[in-house]
């Protein structure tokens, strides 16, 4: 169990004491001491890290087939899904793949806002999760754009022209941004090159994360601090062969996706070419973007609009500071966790709103889910920092598994 | 190791123990063989994408109209990337080619092995040397020492069977596979 | 039982943004059952080789098919010598020659599918300013894929009395606006089939609809072959983790 008592042998030993790189492992991936009560939402941190390395792996094999260029892009994303080796089931794992992504990382998301994850001492390590949800965005909004479809184009214009926003130098930094005047094959050439570089940047961020992760071990289901031995396991096995079973569920899910319903999250227009004389009748994003299109448009002002949108986002990186409570674990907050649940449906309730067309009541409701969401962050969390009274916590990780072992069954329920 | 260490504190009779390692090294190892197969193949999968695509397997043959090539003529045509060398040879050609004493060549081959119709010779124009493409394809062009192709790159002389005479290069011009498919078609690849 | 809220989780969560997404298109189609859905769906070749008929007979006067190529239609049951006889129908713009000039040739089956239109501004012109759109991606290009297809080109009605139906337009109760510039293409033996099957309407429709499911799907059976063999390999697999998981994990605590 120690890694002092095992002396490595031979080749590996050798190599081992000029570069630690076994000892490494060892420590990281071996002997790492996690929490033994971790339940399945402690899954879709690896489940992320799987699936970056399927989409670097995929999306290095399609760009060795793809062309960025305007007139020729379109034409041969065809040519991989017709006549490349497989190269259907490549594209197609890598269009999904951008899906199983999100909904990996924003249930890893709302995990760590329900168990208190980002509270000290990890705020670094939450911080660098925003940063990598940031980049995540910037790329799949890139990849999308590459397919040079209708909504590949539309969105791209709609996207970019946020920028003119902004007052006085708005128009010049969509100019910037388009090497243009308008989308065009400069745009398509400088987003794939930059789709192509930020995956590494995330993997370069992704290590940080877990180099801080490591630095005081995975939080808990109990949101309480590792007290004793008794309270961890070697993540080898018992963590290692959880994540793989995780992983093999999630793998049913991803390729039932794939391989029967490869466009269910797409969108039709995009089998159409980018055509800058017609715009498509409903332009929606990507199912992952709803919630902070819908924010954009609740509000009246342009301008006002896209700072909220953004603000959406750069809350989360402040999150620490907004929610001090002491306690971590929302089962032991009892208003928290109403509001927490409040706020993952309103989530939903902005997802669903921001695929509908702006008008009459979808405005309203647009308007009240946004509202909801800042107020959620800016108020409500400072204020039950202060005044909210926890439920009995557990003395430690083991008392309370031990306590659960005597029927008392409420706790494990009360997780979900 | 970890495990074990961890099965002797927790699990209290070593008989249980016994049975169920065994019976979890077993599940252990079924578990882990069928997961590399299905890693393998899926990984085969992915790679197989680099190699050649339906559209460029279409083009990897190709046929040619050989009834305007006079005799003394030469064509060159593009077949997978290459050119290739079709010369409608003379009489006098053949009889060159044929006149050889094999024992005498560096790379060892009969002319008659060379040729579908001895008046009709199909080559790879690429030297066997370094890669370059001969010259003695067009009207003018330096044809080397025996009639065939020259190539500028480093003086290697073909002579009119393709075959290297004289100069650096190892190997024969490459007879690429092709048939007649009538009389005056053939179809290279 | 936790995992099993968890996929339930993930399922609600998309097919909630589906449903809401595909409920913006209003048209009513009537859902049609097709040999390729499902996931043990097919391709009935028979069926997509008379729909090609029709789409040559009927639609490549105005629509061209441009990621097919001849050769691919070794994948519906073509013969090597069929597939060259139909390619060299066609002629083929190339070039330029050692002359610098271009020149006409009879398509090969490597060529992609001749379009009537050299380009897109001549297709306009040819049409009244309406482009007839390239069939190749059609049905995945559109919500409601073969469905909104076969509904499509049965959904010429004669027009209410109170609609002003414009020049040059034609009344169909599935196109978005309802006025199509596309006169009703398919009537009853608009084709003759060579192998008996009744060219009625709805038959010349179910045919053309296969073969351009076909066109812009060509891998799907390949797709849903593999699809149910790496499936059960997973759950198979999934399982075996299963049951390593819990012998690994029954001593804790």
């Known amino acids: 169990m120690s890694s002092e008592k095992n002396e490595l042998k031979g080749v590996t030993g050798w190599i081992d004491k000029r570069l630690p790189v076994f000892t490494f492992i060892n420590h990281n991936l071996r002997d790492y001491p996690t929490p033994k009560n971790l339940s399945y939402f402690w899954n879709f941190g690896s489940l992320a890290g799987v699936t970056l390395v399927i989409m670097i792996v995929t999306g290095i094999l399609l760009a060795m087939q793809y062309t960025a260029n305007a007139d020729l892009a379109f034409d041969s994303v065809e040519r991989i899904m017709r006549d490349v080796n497989n190269g259907w089931l490549l594209r197609y794992i890598h269009m999904n793949g951008a899906s199983m992504f ?13 168990y208190g994850s980002f509270k000290a001492p990890r705020e670094i390590l939450w ?17 999308y754009v590459l397919p040079w479809g209708q909504m590949s184009f539309w969105g791209a214009t709609v996207i970019t022209n946020l920028f003119s926003a902004f007052p006085v130098i708005g128009d010049y930094i969509v100019t910037f941004l388009w090497g243009g005047f308008s989308v065009d094959n400069p745009t398509l050439t400088r987003f794939f090159v930059l789709h192509y570089l930020m995956p590494f940047l995330i993997v370069g961020v992704v290590g940080l994360h877990i180099v801080a992760l490591h630095q005081f071990g995975s939080n808990n289901p109990l949101g309480i601090d590792v007290k004793s031995e008794g309270d961890t396991i070697p993540f ?4 290692t062969v959880k994540d793989y079973f995780g992983l093999g569920v999630f793998l049913i899910i991803f390729f039932g996706l794939v391989f029967f319903a490869p466009n ?13 004389l017609v715009t498509p009748a409903h332009i929606v994003p990507e199912w992952y973007f709803l919630p902070f299109y819908a924010i954009l448009r609740a509000v009246p002002d342009k301008l006002m609009g896209v700072i909220l949108m953004f603000a959406a986002v750069m809350v989360l990186f402040v999150l620490p500071w907004l929610d001090t409570h002491k306690t971590r674990s929302a089962q032991f907050r009892p208003y928290y966790k109403q509001f927490f649940w409040l706020f993952f449906i309103n989530c939903l309730i902005l997802g669903w709103v921001g695929s509908m067309p702006a008008e009459g009541l979808y405005v309203l409701i647009s308007r009240l889910a946004t509202g909801y969401y800042f107020l959620f962050f800016l108020v409500i ?14 003395t430690s990780i083991a008392a309370s598994v031990l306590s659960d072992k005597f029927g008392n069954e409420k706790t494990s329920t009360e997780n979900i | 190791m970890d495990k074990k260490n961890l099965n002797d504190k927790l699990v209290e009779s070593d008989k249980t123990q016994k049975v169920d390692s065994e019976k979890r090294d077993f599940l252990f190892m079924t578990t882990t063989g069928l997961a590399l197969a299905g890693g393998a193949i899926a990984a085969w999968s992915l790679i197989d994408t680099m190699n050649p695509a339906k559209d460029v397997l279409a083009l990897s043959s190709t046929e040619v109209d050989l009834s305007p090539i006079e005799s003394g003529q030469s064509l060159t045509v593009m077949w997978r990337g290459k050119p290739i060398f079709i010369r409608h040879r003379t009489k006098d050609e053949i009889k060159q080619a044929r006149n050889v004493l094999v024992d005498d060549l560096t790379h060892k081959s009969l002319d008659e092995e060379r040729v579908k119709k001895p008046e009709w010779l199909v080559v790879v124009g690429v030297c066997t040397h370094l890669g370059c493409v001969p010259l003695g394809q067009k009207v003018g062009d330096e044809k080397g020492e025996y009639g065939g192709w020259f190539c500028p790159c480093h003086g290697s002389h073909y002579d009119t069977s393709g075959r290297i005479r004289k100069g650096p290069a190892p190997l024969n011009l490459d007879v690429p596979p092709y048939e007649f498919v009538s009389d005056e078609i053939i179809k290279i690849g | 039982m936790r995992l099993l809220i968890k996929i339930c989780l993930i399922i609600c969560l998309s097919s909630f943004f589906k449903i809401n997404v595909s409920a913006g298109e209003k048209a009513d189609l009537i859902k049609q059952n097709w040999p390729f859905d499902g996931f043990f769906g097919r391709f009935d070749q028979s069926s997509i080789q008379r729909g090609f008929q029709v789409y040559r007979e009927v639609c490549a006067g105005c629509h061209g098919i441009k990621y097919i190529a001849y050769r ?36 090969k089956p490597s060529d992609k599918f001749v379009g009537p239109y050299l380009n897109d501004k001549e297709a306009r012109v040819a049409n009244n300013g309406a482009y007839p759109p390239d069939l190749s991606l059609i049905t995945k290009a559109r919500a409601g894929g ?16 109170n609609l002003e139906i414009s020049d040059g337009m034609y009344f169909n109760t599935i196109y978005p606006g309802n006025q199509i510039a596309m006169p009703m293409p398919i009537v009853d033996e608009i084709v003759e089939y060579e192998d008996e099957t009744p060219a009625t309407q709805d038959q010349i429709i179910r045919d053309v609809t296969s073969f351009l499911v076909w066109t812009a799907e060509p891998e799907l059976e390949e797709r849903k072959v593999l699809g149910i063999r790496v499936l059960i390999f997973l759950i198979i697999i999934t399982l075996m983790l299963l049951a390593v998981k819990r012998k690994v994990w029954k001593d804790v605590e």
Request: aromatic share 14%.
């Open chain 3, 146 to 161: 073969a469905d909104y297809l076969y509904n499509l080109l049965n959904g010429y009605k004669d027009p209410p009395e």
């Open chain 1, 236 to 239: 080898h096995p018992y963590y």
């Open chain 1, 102 to 114: 999100f909904i990996v990382v924003y249930i890893h998301i709302f995990r760590g806002l329900y």
């Open chain 1, 264 to 276: 269910f999250l797409g969108h039709p227009d995009n089998y159409i070419p980018a055509d800058p």
């Open chain 1, 127 to 143: 911080i660098l999760g925003v940063l990598i949800l940031l980049l995540m965005m910037a790329t799949a909004f890139m990849g």
């Open chain 1, 381 to 394: 969390l400072p204020i039950l920092s202060r005044y909210e009274n926890t439920r009995t916590i557990p």
């Open chain 3, 72 to 107: 691919d239609l070794a994948n519906v049951g073509f013969t090597t010598d069929e597939i060259k006889s139909i390619a060299s129908e066609y002629e083929i713009l190339d070039g330029p020659n050692d002359e610098g000039e271009m020149f006409d040739r009879l398509a």
